[in-house]
């Protein structure tokens, strides 16, 4: 029997007036299934949610369809809702009647209105309960890394209760340490031996993670520690791998010993030239100094930082005559501007060069010559010691580390790309988070920043010893799977892993605490195996289908939600309007559309289909977007192979803050079919 | 695993032309796995026949099916009902498939929707190669596991030919790994180079014997 079906539409205080919600409930009263329509002017508040809990009781309403605001507002309040009235909270689908029907069209739209809630009882009659239940994770946490970063970590999820293991392939804790003591005056042995005496925290050093296996919550490490092998179970792991410094001059010959230019004597590197300064016992000292940075590679926050306070040292300590070569000087970081203005009140000379200066040898000195910008003229500065540029680099194993682990790295091997949706310590794995220098470029306020984030992030995650996730909201059907491993070779987040059901068949296996509901899998199964709850091809098809006959002349376009649709529900609140023909499918990712749903839109007489999904390089699940355009790419191979009559499906990428793109992106569109007489 | 590819679209539709009612039949085993013809390749198919007949305003039924394993007659069985139906049976599944379609529905055209290509694996997502060249003798103990038959565009039973590229390459194809330096690598890391030195005399492919039949050993 069909289940019973409550519509409540919302006029939103009056906001909402050009939609005739008499003509629009008597309408939405004759749709099968409807037993119940309602129409509300406050419905997201306490008074409008009560009412609707009593009215799902006592009506026995099984489904409900909300026709209101934009389900980016009110969706998980309205769930609430249904849950409260002792419904499942997924048998609920919204209706954008406000930001993408009233406040984006002018004149009366009670149509398209009647349109969106067909479109939205189609589809709640179809939705499947899912169910929530409680997992238990370990509480153990591995931080990989034994510097600063790690230390600070390893002490503070110490402080809130959770047990670490401080991983180091060294033999040693804070092999760097040393630079921070003389940058910004930490005490790092007394850290060092803090952590060492914490009964909270385990220390490997000379140790390495040799195999990972397992989801958020129950990873499983395999640990080589010399000989011996050590196994464990974390409930998180945590990459604060640092970084590794490489003098930018590459030896060439006329740098070698008959000119007197020897590295690691008179040309040194930032750490060498620390030493120098510690040492008590230096034969001569330095009289003229020459630095370099910015030259090689741009990211210099941290060379310029070493830059200033070696300089500021070494004109204290020795009074030295400095010259420092740049090309730009980087002080977006905290006291940054200070110590560049205190080096210069010094009578640290900055020479700022377009080009690489050159460096040769001559009686025991190195001579840097560079033009400099300002004055127009060639310098030639004879130095004692010239501290040479460094390159910036990802830690030592960085590679190996992100292999064994799944995760990508960026152009420059640092950990994460720059990528909007996710969050700084955060990886696209679950449970698996990146943080401090090995995400490249940071200072240590940014470091304190990530130290801090990442142990809320944890102990959120860990400290109850259990997490509450949604029951298989995407599933493959063991009935239906056929392991063809196509789904986990695509799965952005690592998910997905091969399971036996009923102790022989092997199946697709979806992790729930793992998965992102990005639906890139489901899109892609060959055998249609993966059900994903909410957006299955019933459920897409059944919102294709109430457009019906009047899709003739419609337009429709999925929308990913991390930015499509919310850039429309923008449009419609900037009042920018775009053609009342539009449909609006709201999608988790532009990778989750198949071209099977596309084909079904023209199929049904639509005749434009949309594809609207993040920006090139910021989609939430990595490769959704790009999925998307290809997808789109080969269903217009598809269309026309089948000599379709010049309908096309089209891509475009957006950000959320962008509307006017996508009125713009729609009206083309718009254009084109009307250009084409159709 | 068997793989497949798709025919053209204007093929299909030329096989198609005289019927108004077809079955797009699909095989859930090797060809669902390299996508050329699981359930999901017979909904876009479907679509698209119906899309390129409307757009050719001509009136056309597709039905829809997937049948678990289209070489088995007892599977095939259970869509008689979807076949009688219809004018025709548009297959999906490899060349054993559309046999035993035709013969098991032997009143009904049925019509091969993709070419059975080779016999092979994934190499990556979407991509197969050819692995196995199903010839009756098998030979790959003595090439490391490597088979020159398929792999090695001279089908060289004693290679390398005089034509390898710098890089290990193919002379036929500078994209394509040539075998017989696989061969020889595997070998090399197994200590049993000195298997370079046999030669092999001209394969008896009589081994074949054209139609095959496999008898297992009842047990």
Redesign the interface.
């Known amino acids: 029997m069909e289940s019973k079906i409550g519509v409540f539409l919302c006029n939103c205080g009056g906001v909402i007036n050009n939609i005739d919600f008499d003509a629009a409930v008597k309408r939405v009263t004759k749709f099968p299934s409807v037993t119940y329509v309602n129409l509300s002017s406050n419905l997201c508040l306490e008074e409008g949610k009560e009412k609707m809990i009593s009215c799902i009781r006592e009506e026995n309403i099984e489904r409900v369809v909300v026709a209101a605001c934009s389900p980016e507002f009110n969706e998980h309040i309205f769930r609430e809702v249904l849950e409260k009235a002792g419904l499942n909270g997924h048998f609920l689908s919204m209706a954008n009647i406000r930001e993408q029907c009233s406040w984006a069209h002018d004149g009366d739209v009670t149509m398209k209105a009647v349109e969106l809630v067909k479109m939205a009882i189609n589809r709640v009659r179809l939705l499947q309960p899912i169910e929530k239940k409680e997992l238990p994770v370990s509480r153990e946490v591995l931080v990989v890394g034994g510097g600063f970063t790690a230390i600070s970590t390893a002490l503070q999820l110490s402080r809130v209760g959770l047990r670490t293991t401080l991983l180091e392939k060294e033999a040693v804790l804070g092999t760097r340490a040393e630079e921070l003591e003389s940058f910004y005056g930490f005490d790092t042995s007394a850290m060092i031996s803090t952590v060492e005496g914490d009964e909270n925290v385990e220390v490997l050093t000379s140790a390495e993670m040799t195999e990972v296996v397992g989801k958020i919550g129950d990873f499983s490490v395999r640990i080589r520690k010399g000989e011996e092998e050590i196994f464990r179970k974390y409930g998180a792991i945590i990459l604060a791998t640092g970084y590794q410094t490489e003098l930018a001059l590459a030896p060439e010959p006329r740098l070698r010993t008959e000119e007197e230019a020897i590295y690691g004597i008179n040309i040194v590197s930032q750490e060498q030239f620390c030493s120098m300064l510690r040492n008590s016992s230096l034969e001569t000292e330095p009289k003229t100094i020459g630095f370099m940075f910015d030259f090689s590679d741009g990211n210099s926050r941290f060379p310029t930082l070493a830059t200033l306070n070696n300089a500021l040292a070494a004109k204290k300590k020795w009074g030295s005559e400095i010259y420092v070569f740049y090309k730009s000087v980087k002080v977006d970081s905290e006291g940054m501007e200070k110590l560049y203005q205190e080096a210069r009140n010094c009578g640290v000379v900055f020479i700022k060069s377009d080009i690489t200066p050159r460096i040769t040898g001559e009686s025991g000195r190195v001579t840097i010559e560079a033009k400099d910008v300002f004055l127009g003229e060639d310098i030639m500065v004879a130095c004692d010691v010239l501290v040479a540029e460094e390159l910036y680099l990802p830690g030592e194993g960085t590679e190996k580390l992100s292999s064994l682990l799944n995760i990508r790295v960026d152009s420059r091997s640092f950990y994460q790309d720059a990528n909007v949706h996710l969050y700084p310590v955060t990886s696209e794995k679950k449970g698996i988070f990146l943080i401090g220098e090995c995400r490249g470029d940071l200072d240590l306020r940014r470091v304190l920043t990530d130290i801090s984030s990442v142990v809320m992030n944890v102990h959120g995650l860990l400290s109850l010893g259990k997490i509450l996730v949604e029951s298989e909201r995407v599933k493959a059907d063991p009935q ?1 799977c ?1 392991a ?3 789904c986990i ?2 799965c952005p987040h690592d998910a997905i892993q091969l399971v036996r059901v009923d102790g022989s068949k092997e199946v697709a296996g979806i992790s729930d605490p793992a998965c992102y509901a990005c639906g890139i899998c489901a899109a892609i ?4 195996a993966i059900k994903f709850q909410g957006y299955r091809d019933e459920e897409i098809l059944a919102q294709i289908e109430a457009i019906g006959e009047s899709l003739k002349g419609r337009n429709v376009a999925f929308c990913c939600e991390h930015s499509a649709y919310p850039a429309a529900d923008l449009a419609g609140k900037l009042r920018i309007h775009y053609p009342e023909t539009l449909r609006i499918l709201r999608v988790p990712c532009a990778g989750q559309v ?3 749903h596309i ?2 839109a ?2 049904k007489g639509a005749t434009a289909v949309l594809v609207l999904g993040c920006e090139e390089g910021a989609c939430h699940h990595i490769t959704g977007n790009t999925r998307a355009k290809e997808r789109v790419e080969y269903c217009n191979i ?2 026309k ?5 010049g309908r096309r499906a089209a891509m475009f990428n957006l950000s959320p803050n962008a509307p006017h793109k996508f009125v713009r992106v729609v009206n083309e569109m718009d254009k084109k079919v009307k250009e084409s007489g159709r | 695993m068997i793989i497949a590819e798709r025919k ?3 093929e299909i539709k030329q096989l198609i032309a005289p019927y108004k009612k077809v079955l797009v039949a699909g095989c ?2 090797c060809v ?4 050329a013809g ?4 017979v ?2 198919l479907a ?6 007949r ?3 305003g001509s009136e056309i039924s597709v039905l829809e099916t997937t049948v678990e394993r289209q070489c088995e007659r007892e599977m095939v069985a259970e869509i008689k009902d979807k076949v009688a139906e219809v004018e025709a049976v548009l297959s999906l599944a490899c060349g054993s498939g559309v046999q035993t379609m035709a013969e098991m529905f032997e009143d009904k055209p049925v019509l091969p929707a993709v070419n059975t290509t080779f016999i092979g694996m ?1 190499e ?3 991509l197969w190669v050819e692995m196995c060249g199903a010839c009756g003798d098998c030979f790959l103990d003595r090439t490391g596991g490597i088979c020159p038959i398929v792999r090695c565009a001279k089908g060289l039973l004693n290679g390398p030919c005089g034509g390898t590229r710098r890089g290990g390459k193919c002379e036929i194809d500078p994209e394509k790994d040539c075998a017989w330096v696989l061969i020889y690598r595997r070998l090399e890391k197994q200590g049993r180079l000195d298997l370079m030195r046999n030669y092999y005399p001209p394969k008896n492919y009589r081994a074949v014997k054209r139609p095959g039949k496999v008898q297992a050993v009842k047990a």
Do not use: H
């Open positions: 239906k056929v063809c491993l196509t070779r695509v199964c060959p055998a249609k198949d071209v099977y084909l079904k023209f199929e598809l269309l192979e089948a000599n379709v009559d | 053209p679209i204007a859930g085993t669902t796995v390299c996508w699981g359930e999901k390749e909904a876009m679509s698209q026949l119906r899309l390129a409307n757009a050719e994934p990556k997502e979407g």
